[in-house]
Each structure stands twice: as structure tokens, then as C-alpha cells.
Nanobody, 117 residues
């Protein structure tokens, strides 16, 4: 079992920045592909950014050039740096860990990001 705990959400004005953090409970974190997903009210959960165990990254078109995902395996932590935030970025952001070998996936509890116009 892997527990994921997100932090760093909050209220920010449009154009501002936030950094989300997600800490995993186990050191096997380094074998996981980590991702940030978000879900806005009335919408489906969508992928925002993913970083593989080998540090390859992938971003949703809507956040390219504004968001950066990174990981620190020594701290079992994945980050999402969000710059130039827009009101449409408002959502609950979830951390995700996926292990290819076992095909197990884990989710955090989510952290709210609200961007005011």
C-alpha cells in the first residue's frame, strides 16, 4: 500500500503561481510513474502532467509552458509548479502513483486550487 499526501493548494489571483507537493509513504516511490490530475466541478478528471520513473515528462496542452512537474526520489516527493495561473485552472488537484510492474495505481486525497479573475 502506498499513501499519497498532497499539499500546497489555495486561493491565488490570475497570473499568480502555486507549487503543489505530493509525498509518498514508501521509498518504492522511485519505481512509480507519478502524475497530477485535476477535476473541476461538473467535469471529468483529467491528466495535467506525468513524470516517469526515468524522468520523462508529459503535459496536457492546456498547461504546456506554464506548469512543470518534477520529482525528488530522495524525499519521495513529486511537485507541480504552476505559473501564470488562469481561472480555468481552478479544480481539485490529485496526485497519482502508477507502478507498471504490478499495475497498481494509488491516489491522494486531493488539494483545492482556486484561481480568481
Amino acid at each position: 500500500q502506498v499513501q499519497l499526501v498532497e499539499s500546497g493548494g489555495g486561493l491565488v489571483q490570475a497570473g499568480g503561481s502555486l507549487r503543489l507537493s505530493c509525498v509518498a509513504s514508501r521509498s518504492i516511490f522511485r519505481f512509480a510513474s507519478m502524475g497530477w490530475y485535476r477535476q473541476a466541478p461538473g467535469k471529468q478528471r483529467e491528466s495535467v502532467a506525468i513524470i516517469s520513473s526515468s524522468n520523462m515528462t508529459n503535459y496536457a496542452d492546456s498547461v504546456k509552458g506554464r506548469f512543470t512537474i518534477s520529482r525528488d526520489n530522495a524525499k519521495n516527493t513529486v511537485y507541480l509548479q504552476m505559473n501564470s495561473l488562469k481561472p480555468e485552472d481552478t479544480a481539485v488537484y490529485y496526485c497519482n502513483a502508477h507502478f507498471e510492474v504490478t499495475r497498481m495505481t494509488y491516489w491522494g486525497q486531493g488539494t483545492q486550487v482556486t484561481v480568481s479573475s
